[in-house]
């Protein structure tokens, strides 16, 4: 009984090092995890102020607060402007669905390692109300323009078989 008990505690132990590892290794954030679309798809979350949805890949509740948490793939060293406003939008989703103030979301690029703390400050939530507010003017006059020369995006983008700006 006793060989039994010792082994299950060894088991134990050996568990939460791997399990410690792995969250180390893939920077999974401290606190308790709330909502995940990494794992089986998640129900979208929306924002009714903005009428948009989306869904981070994780959502993690520390010390009272809320935030989200979005891993990109990519040899990127610095934030992307695009995945700013993305995980912006998730903040905004978040502080309307959760209730209280989020204070940053985190960007993960996985591929080179990087974190980044995103602050969901006055400026950013400035800005991305004016995305947005872009975002649907640009769809009802049907008139979208392409805003950046980078081919590579164009490569990888999900719409590039609907678009017509288009780099080839
Ligand atoms: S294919 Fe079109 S939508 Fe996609 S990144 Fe290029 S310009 Fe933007």
């Not at 505690?9 to 999974?28: A, C, F, P």
């Not at 924002?47 to 959502?59: Q, T």
């Not at 978040?94 to 690029?109: A, M, Q, V, W």
Request: with cysteine; net charge positive; proline share 5%.
């Amino acid at each position: 009984m006793l060989a039994l008990a010792l082994l299950f505690i060894l088991i134990s132990r050996v568990m939460k090092r791997n399990v410690k590892r792995l969250k180390i290794k893939h920077k999974i954030q401290a606190g308790k995890i709330t909502y995940s679309d990494l794992n089986t798809p998640a129900k979208p979350l929306f924002s009714k102020r903005y009428r948009i949805s989306g869904k981070p890949d994780y959502i993690v509740k520390r010390n009272g607060h809320y935030f989200p948490v979005e891993i990109k793939t990519g040899n990127h060293y610095e934030p992307k402007k695009n995945h700013i406003f993305q995980l912006a939008a998730y903040c905004q989703i978040l502080e309307e669905n959760y209730g209280g103030f989020i204070p940053h979301g985190i960007l993960i690029y996985s591929d080179t390692s990087q974190q980044f703390k995103i602050p969901f400050n006055p400026k950013i939530r400035f800005e991305l109300e004016s995305t947005v507010n872009k975002m649907r003017k640009s769809l009802k006059t049907g008139k979208i323009k392409r805003n950046h020369n980078d081919s590579q995006r164009c490569k990888s983008c999900s719409m590039r078989t609907y678009c017509d700006e288009k780099i080839n």
